[in-house]
């Protein structure tokens, strides 16, 4: 018979040494023969060998219970941490959490110094969701750190919290594990962020924002409480806004800034992103990055001249870049010139710049752009093809292929095969909010006024902070005059939930101008579009302006806006409304 299939993992990692510590030296290798200290007695004797073997026979013949009692007896009798270690591993492995807890807690108590001992304690606790007894073994883990392995073993903790269902008493019991660090005035910015993550875990913003202003006030020359300011920028909070600009007026740190860009582009500001990557790029001319973020803010500013420098700027810089980080940043770049080459009409120049994309990731985006241009070239039947024919490997890829699909129709004004495509989606996935309020900007585009109003108030029912379905029913009714009343009242509701947006903005100028508000209207939508320079904000700013007499400067804001965008359907509306020529 064969013995050897009994060692299992670990146990022969552990009886090897014992083993080769009690064979005699004649059948040792020279160099353990000729070693002046004699080894250490194991304490592995014949039984506890036997011992060792029937526990790993028991857990591989799937009778993990009675392996783990013999693994834990055998660590008891020889003292062994590797022994109470694969008896931890044992209970695991078989999801046998009070069992590994057992064998970590007597670990510990033979070895009260054993780090590794404390920490399986630790993570099982917290994975038990036993937090409120997490406290000690956590503070021992802390009590040996020092301040140069503190911020790794700070992100350790928020990760090993990361999964627990009480986040409040885990922030609460980190706090006070923390005390010393917290109070250390070295270490209190970074102690103070961490536990303003864990705060805001628990949903309690205002007590993270809290953690980040006493972190900055320990030494405002420190980065982490100012990057935990940047994840809480809300108009709710304004204060961690307000921080964060203070740190840059005293701190110009390149990486902050471009940070606190990337915050304002996902808050919609994007004349304020464009400011601060300008700065960005003025103290750092060669950062790659803010170049590729520039290039494409301007694109969707429809800036293409300007759009494209900066792009080939980033094309130039990233090559002093490393291999994996330049990659995702290079398939955007050439995604973006590939769309300044099909707004170009140069369809050729645009599949020159996707043939260059060679990450996987980005194939189907490539795809989406090749299909765009089939069908502006009047190939549409191939350009829905193509999307159709993209591999569906995950929901997330089915749901991409659907949007481009749809997104190709309503380019073309293909509104009923889009209301089509939708509306089998919308057969499998009733509820879903983002394909309810599509269906209803079609719905609107078809003239069907009703079903829009309707998918938009069944929008607002699934998803009451579904701020552009408040703000598309209420533009809708401002636009056909009606209801003005319910229709600003809606618009400011979309205005609570996303205060800085610059279209939501424009509604409200609109709906005031038409309630008769003229100067209100004017004063919202010149800071809407200071805000964001767009072809349809100098559509209504341009009749605002033309109404109240000021013709010259009208027909200077719309002539921008047609440089903007010389197809926009509101600013081409309102100058044949108007009769306007420029």
Do not use: C
Not at 125 to 140: F, I, M, Y
Not at 254 to 260: E, F, G, Q
Request: charged share 25%; proline share 6%.
């Amino acid at each position: 018979m064969k013995l050897i299939p009994w060692f299992g993992g670990l146990a022969l990692a552990v009886a090897a040494p014992m083993l080769l510590a009690q064979t005699p030296a004649a059948t040792r290798p020279a160099s353990a023969a000729s070693a002046t200290t004699p080894p250490a007695d194991s304490g592995l004797d014949g039984l506890m060998f036997y011992q060792l073997l029937l526990g790993e026979m028991n857990l591989q013949s799937g009778e993990p219970g009675a392996g783990y009692s013999l693994m834990l007896d055998a660590a008891r009798k020889a003292n062994s941490e590797q022994l109470y270690q694969r008896a931890v591993e044992i209970a695991l492995q078989s999801r046998s959490g009070d069992a590994a807890l057992q064998a970590a807690r007597a670990w510990k108590q033979a070895f009260p110094k054993s780090r590794p001992a404390n920490r399986f304690v630790l993570q099982i606790l917290v994975a038990l969701n036993r937090v409120p007894e997490s406290a000690e073994p956590l503070k021992a883990e802390l009590a040996g750190v020092t301040p140069d392995s503190l911020p790794p073993t700070l992100a350790a903790i928020i990760g090993t919290y990361a999964r627990v269902s009480d986040k409040k008493m885990a922030a609460a019991v980190v706090e006070q594990a923390l005390k010393e660090q917290l109070a250390n005035p070295t270490t209190a910015p970074i102690t103070w962020a961490t536990v303003g993550r864990l705060r805001l875990a628990a949903g309690d913003s205002p007590g993270a924002l809290e953690a980040a202003t006493r972190g900055r006030a320990a030494d405002r020359k420190a980065e982490a409480p100012v990057v935990l300011a940047l994840d809480l920028i809300d108009p709710k909070l304004p204060q961690a806004e307000a921080l964060v600009k203070e740190f840059l007026a005293a701190t110009p740190d390149p990486d902050i800034r471009l940070a606190y860009a990337r915050a304002l582009i996902d808050a919609q500001r994007f004349a304020e992103a464009t400011e601060q990557l300008q700065i960005g790029i003025d103290q750092q001319p060669n950062r790659p990055e803010s170049w590729l973020i520039m290039g494409v803010l301007q694109l969707q500013d429809n800036q293409s001249d300007a759009a494209e420098k900066s792009l080939k700027r980033y094309l130039t810089l990233s090559e002093s870049m490393m291999p994996e980080e330049r990659k995702r940043g290079l398939a955007q770049a050439y995604l973006s010139l590939a769309q300044i080459a099909e707004k170009r009409r140069d369809y050729a120049g645009a599949e020159a710049w996707l043939a260059k994309i060679e990450n996987p990731q980005d194939a189907s985006a490539a795809q989406f752009r090749r299909a765009s241009i089939l069908a502006k070239q009047g190939k549409m039947g191939e350009a829905r093809q193509l999307i159709r024919s993209l591999p569906t490997r995950t929901p997330v890829e089915a749901r991409q292929k659907l949007m481009a699909e749809v997104q190709l129709l309503r380019e073309h004004k293909l509104y009923k095969e889009a209301h089509v495509v939708l509306g089998k989606a919308l057969v499998a996935e009733p509820k879903d909010t983002e394909l309810l309020y599509d269906q209803a900007l079609i719905a609107e585009k078809m003239g069907a006024l009703d079903e829009m109003e309707k998918l938009l108030r069944r929008v607002i029912q699934l998803k009451p902070d579904a701020q552009h379905a408040y703000n598309a029913l209420g533009y809708s009714m401002a636009e056909r005059n009606v209801r003005l009343p319910e229709a600003r009242q809606l618009i400011q509701k979309a205005l609570e939930y996303a205060p800085g947006d610059p279209f939501i903005r424009d509604s409200l100028g609109w709906v005031e101008f038409r309630m008769g508000n003229k100067n209100e209207a004017l004063r919202i939508l010149e800071a809407a579009y200071k805000a964001r320079p767009d072809a349809e904000i100098a559509a209504h700013l341009g009749e605002v302006l033309w109404s109240a007499g000021q013709r010259d400067r009208a027909q200077a804001i719309w002539k921008e806006g047609m440089m903007l965008n010389a197809n926009s359907e509101t600013l081409l509306e309102v100058l044949k409304r108007l009769k306007v020529k420029l």
